[in-house]
């Protein structure tokens, strides 16, 4: 077998490989997109949502300082009479 053949065999294995690596990079623009257009959207959403339920715990115990000073005021008041 001369070099010419030998270079014609080694290009036909090479080929399939070719084919395999432009899949993959395929693959890899898809699983890019993914997770540009949804996974980081979703993370974005649960984001806000908790941001939400912070400020909504927040006010929550503040609410819960005015309630325990009025209770005990009112504790006060009804031990004066």
Same mark, same amino acid.
């Given at each position: 077998?001369?070099? $010419?053949d030998?270079l014609g065999? %080694?290009? $036909?294995m090479?080929?399939? &490989? @070719?084919?395999? %690596? =432009?899949e993959? *990079?395929?693959? =890899? &623009? *898809?699983t890019?997109? %993914?997770?540009?257009?949804?996974? =980081?959207?979703?993370?974005k &959403? %649960?984001a ?7 400020? *909504?715990?927040?006010?929550?115990e503040?609410d819960?300082?005015d309630? $325990?000073?009025?209770v005990?005021?009112l504790?006060? &008041? @009804?031990?004066? *009479?």
């Open positions: 077998m001369d070099n $010419k030998l065999e %080694i290009a $036909k090479i080929e399939p &490989l @070719s084919a395999e %690596i =432009q993959i *990079k395929n693959n =890899q &623009l *898809k890019d997109m %993914i997770i540009e257009n949804e996974i =980081q959207t979703n993370i &959403l %649960i806000e949502g908790h941001m939400g339920i912070v400020e *909504k715990l927040e006010k929550m503040y819960l300082g309630i $325990k000073e009025t005990a005021v504790k006060v &008041l @009804s031990v004066k *009479k």
